[in-house]
């Protein structure tokens, strides 16, 4: 029996979702996070020493990184390929997108979106009076000369990126969508609008209406990305 070690609001939600398009039976063991530093508890070392989620076990393996356990997912259990065009040629334009986007979500995609967490928590963080407005400075300062301008440069390739293809490696959904989601669901919580990104809010009004997104949420919980998950 498939096992996920699941912290709520995190990127955990994506493992659920691939399971459940894959129609496959898991346990869930769930872990909360910390209500005053939004961490993981304790008890998440205990199966993998980073402590972070998703954990994925399966038999004897215990493996963790999201993008890892949905390829391994992929690999063990989609025999049909639904969700990855991995039976195509090595050089087709949809399995080279594939592979790019599965790994641009937490190489490119996610780092600005931390960093946009890590300075906005500078600026809520307690501290001295004398500290606050010199801490609140720099915050901002950073914020509006590297990390706010590389947001918009990564939001604005995703959405030209969706042009020309209602999914992320092309006419059909996989497993980079899967992957995907959570930095574009971030974005979202946290801008507070993807008004001025119509595709990238098609793409999250779509994946929202899939039944395996929905049974995912269902069992793993709502995301809210804008609390601080990271």
């Given amino acids: ?39 993981a508890p304790q008890s998440l070392r205990d199966i993998h020493p980073l402590g972070k989620s998703p954990v994925l076990q399966d038999d004897a393996l215990v493996l963790a990184e999201s993008g890892a356990i949905l390829e391994y997912l992929a690999d063990r259990y989609d025999s049909g390929r639904q969700l990855s065009p991995e039976l195509l040629p090595a050089q087709a334009p949809e399995r080279m997108r594939y592979r790019y986007w599965m790994h641009y979500a937490e ?20 501290m001295p009076f004398f500290a606050r407005p010199i801490a609140r400075g720099i ?19 995703m959405e030209r990126e969706l042009t ?23 974005a979202a ?21 899939r039944p ?5 949420v269902e069992r793993g919980g709502p995301l809210n990305l804008g609390a601080g998950a990271a």
């Fill in 139 to 157: 915050a901002d300062k950073v914020m509006k000369t590297f990390v706010g301008p590389q947001l918009k440069l990564h939001l604005d390739w």
């Fill in 189 to 209: 919580s946290r801008a507070g609008s993807m008004e001025a990104y119509p595709k990238l809010k098609g793409f999250l009004q779509r994946i929202e209406q």
């Fill in 1 to 39: 029996m498939i096992k996920v070690h699941h912290l709520d609001h995190s990127r955990s939600q994506r493992v659920l979702w691939m399971l459940e398009e894959l129609n496959l039976p898991y346990q869930l063991v769930n872990y909360q996070r910390d209500a005053k530093t939004w961490l």
């Fill in 107 to 126: 190489g490119s995609a996610m780092p600005p979106l931390l960093m946009s967490l890590v300075f906005a928590r500078v600026r809520k963080a307690p």
């Fill in 164 to 186: 020309a293809a209602p999914w992320f490696a092309g006419e059909r959904f996989t497993a980079a969508d899967i992957q995907m989601s959570f930095p574009i669901q971030a």
């Fill in 212 to 216: 395996a997104y929905q049974r995912a």
